[in-house]
């Protein structure tokens, strides 16, 4: 019943009352996507954060601890790529200002615009600082199994990379996923409501 007297108001409503809805409205849905959507990044970096110092602190006892060069290269390897992900992760989030309450909403949009655009071109290049750094220490320490004075041990290398190359390739997939499904629709809904603010 509120709901049909309302939407007749609505309705009734001159057309400039339209607008001055709808803009408040669509203010209204946009903030809440971006907090929702900003409270999802904060969590999948603390899940980042601390799987590369898991991945810090296994891979640096082989560093450390292993007699084979080799490993100890491809350890330090990884640990290097892990140590890696953590700065850039936290690099982008130094650079992002905190709302101030003396900004207009478009002030607002704008800012987060920037942030969420930095972290998308975080995950655009996620092969080159992500994916390849461990990667490539996961080959070579993979290789002190060449080491192994038996036939099998090439066999068992390849496969080992090409498990590795599919792992880096799922990771590669799942975040140009997220690109396209969640970082350029609130990009665009962001771009949207500047325009209409303007």
Same mark, same amino acid.
């Given at each position: 019943?509120?709901?049909?007297?309302?939407?007749?108001?609505?309705?009734?409503?001159?057309?400039?009352?339209?607008?001055?809805?709808?803009?408040?409205?669509?203010?209204?849905?946009?903030?809440?996507?971006?907090?929702?959507?900003?409270?999802?990044?904060?969590?999948?970096?603390?899940?980042?954060?601390?799987?590369?110092?898991?991945?810090?602190?296994?891979?640096?006892?082989?560093?450390?601890?292993?007699?084979? &060069?080799?490993?100890?290269?491809?350890?330090?390897? $990884?640990?290097?790529? /892990? =140590? #890696?992900? @953590?700065?850039?992760?936290? !690099?982008?989030?130094?650079?992002?200002?905190?709302?101030?309450?003396?900004?207009?909403?478009?002030?607002?949009?704008?800012?987060?615009?920037?942030?969420?655009?930095?972290?998308?071109?975080?995950?655009?290049?996620?092969?080159?600082?992500? &994916?390849?750094?461990?990667?490539?220490?996961?080959? $070579?320490?993979?290789? /002190? =199994? #060449?080491? @192994?004075?038996?036939?099998? !041990?090439?066999?068992?290398?390849?496969?080992?990379?090409?498990?590795?190359?599919?792992?880096?390739?799922?990771?590669?997939?799942?975040?140009?996923?997220?690109?396209?499904?969640?970082?350029?629709?609130?990009?665009?809904?962001?771009?949207?409501?500047?325009?209409?603010?303007?």
């Amino acid at each position: 019943m509120l709901d049909q007297e309302l939407q007749e108001l609505w309705q009734e409503a001159p057309s400039d009352m339209q607008v001055k809805f709808n803009q408040s409205k669509l203010m209204i849905d946009i903030n809440h996507d971006i907090r929702k959507f900003e409270r999802t990044l904060l969590w999948r970096d603390v899940g980042e954060i601390v799987a590369a110092m898991a991945v810090m602190i296994t891979f640096g006892r082989i560093l450390f601890y292993e007699s084979v &060069i080799v490993a100890q290269v491809g350890s330090g390897v $990884i640990t290097f790529g /892990a =140590l #890696l992900v @953590i700065y850039r992760l936290l !690099a982008v989030k130094r650079f992002r200002k905190q709302p101030s309450l003396n900004y207009s909403f478009k002030n607002y949009l704008e800012q987060r615009y920037q942030h969420l655009y930095k972290e998308k071109r975080l995950l655009d290049t996620i092969l080159y600082w992500y &994916i390849l750094p461990i990667l490539v220490g996961y080959a $070579i320490l993979g290789s /002190a =199994l #060449l080491y @192994i004075p038996h036939w099998g !041990a090439w066999v068992f290398y390849v496969f080992y990379l090409v498990l590795g190359i599919g792992v880096g390739w799922f990771i590669w997939w799942l975040n140009r996923r997220a690109v396209t499904k969640q970082f350029n629709p609130i990009l665009e809904r962001i771009e949207t409501a500047l325009k209409s603010l303007e």
